[in-house]
């Protein structure tokens, strides 16, 4: 049974630190893609980054350029690790970040194209 487990999110100042990080256990050698979405309330989810397994292939929404910066560690044959270093913090990257895994090989930027998905985590920014 595949699951995504989030951890690192919590409340910072403007300009401040969160590293995010995903578990992913069983069945993690059909995560050929990993990423996090975030949503923030009265909006809908959306895209953040991704990465693919082999970690030679990212992607970002355009907001989070140049702050945020995803990675993977693959600790055993079963069990990966995705985090999401985010520096540079602002009111507007608050929400619930969520991690995701796909089955495709392509990063895809859509929901739609992840198969697996965590529980989330808050990010809270203040100004």
């Known amino acids: 049974q595949a699951q995504l487990v989030e951890s690192g999110g919590g409340l910072v100042q403007a300009g401040g630190s969160l590293r995010l990080s995903c578990a992913a256990s069983g069945g993690t050698v059909n995560m050929n893609v990993m990423g996090w979405f975030r949503q923030a309330p009265g909006k809908e989810r959306e895209f953040v980054a991704a990465?693919?397994?082999?970690?030679?292939?990212?992607?970002?929404?355009d907001s989070v350029k140049g702050r945020f910066t995803i990675s993977a560690i693959s600790r055993d044959s079963d069990k990966n690790t995705v985090q999401l270093q985010m520096n540079g913090l602002k009111p507007e990257d608050t929400g619930i970040y969520y991690c995701?895994?796909?089955?495709?090989?392509?990063?895809?930027?859509?929901?739609?194209?992840?198969?697996?998905w965590g529980h989330g985590t808050q990010v809270t920014v203040s100004s």
């Open positions: 990465i693919n397994r082999f970690g030679s292939s990212t992607r970002y929404t």
């Open positions: 995701a895994a796909a089955r495709q090989f392509l990063i895809a930027t859509n929901r739609y194209g992840y198969d697996y």
